[in-house]
């Protein structure tokens, strides 16, 4: 059929029919609110590069996860920044460590929030890098293996304290296994991984380095992280992540990586985390403040396009004025 018999337009003038055949919805329960918390108390400190962004203590912590549940957003994601760091992490894997602490305290303030926790050294080593550094061959370079053992003890030290899920995101090669022979050895086969399986070395995450104080004190992390070039790549490192025990996995960033978001839901078909990152939220706020686009409108519609990618769920910093919206939208419906 042609035009005048197909109009397309006619399931689009009336605002009820095109809701109702909207393809893809976005709903409150797709969103992840991501959190940092650094030791100390009484005090949040704002993220110059990140704005409405914070570095939480415990009990401003606790009052954040309080918010977020409120909002109907379901699940955290945490991040910590200890006060002492050291080439190997130590605070990173001490059972009594900021995270740990974390957990028990959004636990005790909002028993039902799914709390996940990020696995990975570079918040807590004093280098800044993801793993263990080595010399080799005239390098300083990033030890994989050294590496596992360390991430496998942040985990179970996550896991005890009440972790709901934990998240790696380094990009060490058999990080996956090696997490779930340790939560499996420690009676913790019920707490899921939710993988970080093609991260790219982007530059969209220059706001996170201020927030989480973890900027590389020598290189950089192309050497485990994927080139941004790849897209076959990224399918290979989810397949691996999925034999070694993923049971959600993650492409970050979101919006420069739909098509790989898009690639890795239609060749697996399995649950797909995507991660709106803050250069991004960083981009549609200082926009919004010069008055170039419309912050709520950006907000659905960058949100919306990754789930469109195939994403279920969608960490962002937006997740809180997300749901504000989404929530609004239900009320006046």
């Known amino acids: ?7 397309p337009r006619r399931l689009r003038d009336h605002p009820v029919l095109r809701e109702m055949v909207a393809e893809t919805r976005l709903g409150v329960m797709d969103l992840v609110m991501p ?3 650094r030791d100390g108390g009484g005090q949040r400190r ?5 704005p409405g962004q914070w570095q939480h203590t415990l009990d401003t912590l606790a009052d954040a996860a309080r918010e977020t549940a409120e909002a109907g957003v379901p699940a955290v994601l945490l991040f910590g920044i200890p006060d002492a760091k050291d080439a190997v992490a130590t605070s990173g894997t001490d059972p009594d460590g900021i995270i740990p602490r974390a957990v028990r305290a959004v636990k005790a303030a909002v028993a039902d929030l799914v709390v996940i926790t990020d696995v990975c050294l570079c918040e807590y080593t004093d280098h800044g890098h993801c793993g263990v550094p080595v010399e080799r061959g005239g390098r300083t370079v990033i030890d994989n293996d050294r ?5 496998a003890r942040m985990a179970v030290a996550h896991a005890a304290a009440g972790a709901d899920v934990v998240a790696p995101s380094d990009m060490m090669d058999g990080r996956v296994g090696a997490i779930r022979r340790a939560l499996d050895a420690e009676s913790f086969e019920h707490v899921p991984i939710l993988s970080y399986a093609a991260k790219y070395a982007s530059s969209f995450y220059g706001p996170f380095r201020e927030a989480a104080e973890s900027p590389p004190a020598f290189g950089d992390r192309r050497g485990y992280q994927m080139d941004m070039r790849n897209a076959d790549e990224a399918l290979r490192e989810v ?24 690639r890795v839901k239609a060749a697996f078909g399995v649950p797909v985390a995507a991660y709106q990152v803050s250069g991004e939220y960083a981009m549609v706020k200082a926009a919004a403040r010069e008055g170039w686009l419309d912050e709520p409108s950006a907000v659905v519609e960058t ?9 279920d769920v969608v960490v962002t910093y937006f997740a809180l004025e997300a749901a504000r919206l989404l929530n609004g939208q239900k009320k006046r419906a």
């Open 1 to 7: 059929m042609a035009f005048p018999t197909e109009r």
């Open 35 to 37: 959190l940092f918390v």
């Open 46 to 50: 704002p993220i110059a590069s990140m």
């Open 147 to 151: 590496t596992l053992e360390l991430l």
């Open 239 to 262: 397949r691996l992540d999925l034999e070694e025990g993923a049971d959600i996995v993650m492409v970050k960033p979101a919006l420069p990586y739909l098509d790989v978001v898009h």
């Open 303 to 311: 949100l919306t396009a990754i789930r469109r990618a195939g994403a």
